[in-house]
């Protein structure tokens, strides 16, 4: 009976702690519908690849990439790219894990990872916990899902001058994740706009112009990333506490 309560308990701090990361989704996944939609995806399409994919940089990439009839390999690339950073941390929360749980259990973890729910991981003592982690992770991607799906359906509903202002929305949003850091570390904020300087002539110089808009951002991302670690490393442990921010 005690373990019961403690196991309910533990089922309640993870909604807790999923439902204010969930609602934040909602609005984020919202414009993101608005982006599926004028790829042309159905709103059953949305559901499950924000599902399956949460994370609002690699459904950025999803979409632009269907948009512009991009290959399957680009796609592929270009998500794996948006979402490496959910590598480390997955190796910090694997330190995490306990020695008892099941493989499948270790998949689950892995699966969770988004930048929010790895803070609220990373802030609790002890080991992780199975109920806690598919509790918050379920609240939080269901209203991811259904914000990406009443966007496209919105997006089908509304005017299109409507459609387009809130298109923008999800700029802003990454406006909003790119600036706090570049104006703590002169360092990124350098790096952000050598991105912004090369991705505009990329998009201008003769040849290269020519490639596809998801190869061009491919080639840019591996060449601007790989110089930066190469003359500006990061610590591990610097790492692990710039992501858990």
């Not at 709103?43 to 979409?63: D, K, R, V, Y």
Request: aromatic share 12%.
């Amino acid at each position: 009976m005690r373990t019961l309560n403690k196991n309910q308990d533990v089922i309640l701090e993870g909604f807790k702690a999923g439902l204010p990361i969930g609602f934040g989704y909602f609005a984020v996944s919202f414009s993101l519908g608005i982006i599926a939609k004028s790829a042309n995806v159905s709103p059953f399409q949305c559901f499950i690849t924000s599902f399956l994919n949460h994370a609002s940089a690699g459904e950025f990439a999803i979409f632009t990439c269907i948009r512009d009839n991009v290959s399957y390999v680009e796609i592929a690339l270009m998500v794996l790219i948006a979402n490496i950073r959910y590598v480390l941390m997955s190796c910090a929360l694997s330190q995490r894990i306990h020695e008892k749980d099941s493989m499948l259990a270790r998949f689950f973890y892995g699966f969770t990872v988004t930048d929010e729910l790895f803070a609220v991981e990373i802030g609790r003592k002890g080991h992780l916990q199975l109920e806690y982690t598919m509790t918050a992770f379920l609240t939080a991607v269901i209203m991811w899902s259904c914000g990406t799906t009443v966007g496209c359906m919105a997006g089908s509903v509304l005017p299109a001058r409507v459609v387009s202002a809130l298109s923008v929305a999800l700029y802003g949003m990454f406006l909003a994740i790119i600036i706090p850091p570049a104006r703590k570390d002169k360092l990124i904020g350098g790096i952000i706009i050598v991105c912004f300087l090369l991705s505009y002539l990329f998009a201008r110089v003769p040849y290269i112009r020519d490639i596809s808009s998801g190869t061009r951002i491919i080639i840019l991302t591996v060449i601007i990333a790989s110089v930066s670690a190469i003359l500006f490393p990061v610590k591990d442990e610097e790492s692990i506490e710039k992501a858990s921010e």
